[in-house]
T-cell receptor
Framework: RKEVEQDPGPFNVPEGATVAFNCTYSNSASQSFFWYRQDCRKEPKLLMSVYSSGNEDGRFTAQLNRASQYISLLIRDSKLSDSATYLCVVMDTGRRALTFGSGTRLQVQP | DAGVIQSPRHEVTEMGQEVTLRCKPISGHDYLFWYRQTMMRGLELLIYFNNNVPIDDSGMPEDRFSAKMPNASFSTLKIQPSEPRDSAVYFC??????????????FGSGTRLTVV
């Protein structure tokens, strides 16, 4: 079983739509959580950290459920520029290295 | 800040040849990570260093792979001999400890390796 599991998609949505991605992780010792974004043939870049109380950054909302070991990302009012692969990422603080899910591909269509 | 710098950006080599990938982390970052990305396996951690010392190399696939960090501003990942299944994008990333838990790390642009 993979440490971090995501639906690979692709999610094809029209501009303006709301889309949600989910992710589960297997290591209950995971302490830090992130969503990274990766554009085609580019490096991953931090989109947002995920905090226990949930957090929002503009059109993006991240939620964490430690009991269920579940992380989500909600994108409201999708833009064409949101088209990318979204990577769910966890870190076991003791190990200090990030474990990446295989990513969920989003395609926003005009 | 120039960010994490990797070279070369692209490398095409023949099976059996030695390949050396290079990374310059962001100044002041005491953690350096090497990852490999393929379609089949996604992003996999190969090895990471703290203050130039290798901490965890459990992800290094086999003895053909080796990594060094002779000083705080330079690291290499070497494959000898290379094989076609080593074809992938290799990313280097760095972070200061103080930011790691809340901000993850910064990646370089990667080296796209093709072994023919």
């Amino acid at each position: 079983r993979k440490e971090v599991e995501q639906d690979p998609g692709p999610f094809n949505v029209p501009e303006g739509a709301t889309v949600a991605f989910n992710c589960t992780y297997s290591n209950s010792a995971s302490q830090s959580f992130f969503w990274y974004r990766q554009d085609c043939r580019k490096e991953p870049k931090l989109l947002m950290s995920v905090y226990s109380s949930g957090n929002e950054d503009g059109r993006f909302t991240a939620q964490l459920n430690r009991a269920s070991q579940y992380i989500s990302l909600l994108i409201r009012d999708s833009k064409l520029s949101d088209s990318a692969t979204y990577l769910c990422v966890v870190m076991d603080t003791g190990r200090r290295a990030l474990t990446f899910g295989s990513g969920t591909r989003l395609q926003v269509q005009p | 800040d120039a960010g994490v710098i990797q070279s070369p950006r692209h490398e095409v080599t023949e099976m059996g040849q030695e390949v050396t990938l290079r990374c310059k982390p962001i100044s002041g970052h005491d953690y350096l990570f090497w990852y490999r990305q393929t379609m089949m396996r996604g992003l996999e951690l190969l090895i990471y260093f703290n203050n130039n010392v290798p901490i965890d190399d459990s992800g290094m696939p086999e003895d053909r792979f080796s990594a060094k960090m002779p000083n705080a501003s330079f690291s290499t990942l070497k494959i000898q001999p290379s094989e076609p299944r080593d074809s992938a994008v290799y990313f280097c990333a760095s972070s200061p400890l103080a930011l790691l838990a809340n901000y993850g790390y910064t990646f370089g642009s990667g080296t796209r390796l093709t072994v023919v």
